[in-house]
Structure formats: structure tokens, C-alpha cells
């Protein structure tokens, strides 16, 4: 093969010597491949967080936007606590008992399971109704709302929140669940304070 030739076989992709094609700003993108984009928007985009807000006012986030993460942190903590809790039963429900060692690792694990499941699913659950109520709390067109005042909005939400998860047992629990809410709820939003 000659050297003029157009063609320069395999080496020639790998070779430092292989000139880039220049590129044309107007030109389109020839080299978009399966994926379908031009790689030099990329170095474009700005790498900082970008909202459309109204004209002088600061991004602060919604009630709907921590509910995410504050029903996926009662799920972890619930189970956490689940899981300790179930620990410390499982080893109670062991210690007296002649049990070979295998079964003694599997009945500490069922209570382990158990208990983690339960606890992380009655967290996430309170979690999920407390930020459900903080939506509604907050939202302009509700009769409940306060929606200037995020400490009256919380607590608002914990009171519901325990009157509701505590009904199935009557008006009296009911009632002492809404009362836990409403101690909770405060008691968070005191240490909130604090730590802001």
C-alpha cells in the first residue's frame, strides 16, 4: 500500500501522528454514534444547581421535596431500631436453650428480620403521613393552612398525624396519639431551631 492512499489500515486510528479534524462551531455533530447527542453541549451546561424562581427570592425547599427523604429516614431508622430491638430478643429467646449453633444463628436472625421489618415499616408509615399532612398543611388552598408559618405547620402535621395513626383503637388512644404527635413535632421543631 502506498502511502498517499487514503486508507492506512488499523494502526493508523491509534497513531499520535493522525491529525483531528478541526472543528466547524456551525457544522453539525457527525459523530453522535448510538447515542445521539453532540458531547460539546455537555461543556456547556453550567455546573451549578439552576431554579426558576421569582425575581429576588431565595430557593427554599417545599415540604415536598424533604418528604422524600424524611420517609426514607423513618424507614432506616425504624429498622435500625428493629433490628437492635430484635437482636436483643432473638439472644433472650436463645440464652436458655440447648440449641445447636445453626439454629441458634437462625432464630436470632427471624427476630432480627422480624422486628426490623415491623419497626421500619410503622416508621415509614408515620413518616409517609406526617409528610402527606405537611403537603396538605402547607398547601395555599387548604382550610389547616399556615402556610407562613413552618413551626405551626409542623406541628399541625405531628398532631394529625398521631390522631390519625392512632384511630383504629378509639377516640381515648386517638386522642393520646395526637398528643404524641403534637410533643414530637414541637420537640423537633425546638431542636431545629436551635441547630438553624
Do not use: W
Not at 68 to 84: A, E, P, R, Y
Not at 151 to 162: E, H
Amino acid at each position: 500500500m502506498s502511502e498517499n492512499n487514503e486508507y492506512k489500515g488499523f494502526r493508523s486510528l491509534l497513531s499520535s501522528r493522525s491529525k483531528e479534524p478541526e472543528l466547524d462551531a456551525n457544522a453539525p455533530f457527525a459523530g453522535a454514534g448510538i447515542f445521539g447527542y453532540d458531547p460539546r453541549v455537555l461543556q456547556q451546561v453550567q455546573r451549578e444547581d439552576q431554579y426558576i424562581l421569582p425575581e429576588g427570592q431565595a430557593h427554599k425547599r417545599g415540604r415536598f421535596e424533604m418528604a422524600f427523604t424524611q420517609i426514607g429516614g423513618g424507614c432506616l431508622s425504624g429498622g435500625i431500631l428493629g433490628g437492635t430491638l430484635g437482636m436483643r430478643s432473638g439472644m433472650q429467646y436463645v440464652s436458655g436453650k440447648e440449641l445447636p449453633k445453626s439454629v441458634r444463628n437462625t432464630q436470632i436472625l427471624n427476630h432480627v428480620t422480624k422486628m426490623a421489618a415491623e419497626k421500619g415499616q410503622a416508621f415509614g408509615i408515620i413518616a409517609l403521613m406526617y409528610s402527606i399532612f405537611g403537603v396538605v398543611v402547607e398547601c395555599r388552598y387548604s382550610p389547616l393552612s399556615q402556610f407562613e408559618n413552618d413551626d405551626l405547620n409542623s406541628v399541625t402535621a405531628g398532631t394529625l398525624t398521631g390522631l390519625l395513626f392512632k384511630c383504629t383503637g378509639g377516640l381515648r388512644s386517638s386522642l393520646i396519639g395526637g398528643g404524641v404527635g403534637l410533643g414530637i413535632a414541637g420537640l423537633a421543631r425546638l431542636v431545629y431551631r436551635e441547630l438553624k
